[in-house]
């Protein structure tokens, strides 16, 4: 009988609880109205100079497929992500060269699949999936090989 009391109390306590006079603020958001029609947009507005450099063509610089283009320092650098090279070009498209060390080697990889133009210490730091950095001169010339860790929890 007891429990049947103490049970009945709490009912009646928790309906209580839920059903108390809750104030609600409301609060007025400015809503901005934008079109969704499409806009034709001349380049010219969007960019500042539009310059169409052809690349110079010989059989060391023939690219595959572009995944990414960086400039930095009066040079092109494209990356070809199916040959796994970086090509340097300067900035009226002559061709300067590349890196292109696959093995097993010293100074060579097996794969890579993003690069980045470090301008603080003069130099290109090309990834590899396999927890590697390979740090290369403007020149293309090999620097250091960086292992990057395995176990980032500790």
């Known amino acids: ?13 928790l309906l209580y609880a839920c059903s108390g006079n809750k104030k609600t603020e409301t609060v007025n958001y400015p809503i901005l109205h934008a079109s969704l029609d ?3 947009m001349p380049l010219d507005k969007l960019f500042g100079k539009i310059e169409i450099i052809p690349l110079e063509t010989k059989d060391e610089s023939l ?7 960086d400039y930095s320092q009066g040079r092109y650098y494209i990356f070809d992500d199916d040959q796994f090279f970086l090509f340097f070009f ?6 300067i060269n590349r890196i292109a060390k696959i093995g097993q080697g010293p100074g060579e990889y097996t794969l890579i699949y993003d690069f980045a133009i470090n301008e ?8 590899s999936p396999y927890k590697f950095i390979y740090c290369y001169d403007y020149d293309g010339n090999f620097i250091k090989k ?5 176990d980032m929890a500790s």
């Open 120 to 127: 603080n210490k003069n130099r290109i730091e090309m990834l």
């Open 63 to 69: 690219i595959k497929y572009i995944s990414k283009i």
């Open 146 to 150: 960086y292992d990057l860790p395995t």
């Open 90 to 95: 300067d900035d009226k498209g002559n061709y």
């Open 38 to 40: 499409e806009i034709k």
């Open 1 to 13: 009988m007891k429990h049947r009391i103490s049970l009945v109390a709490l009912f009646f306590l």
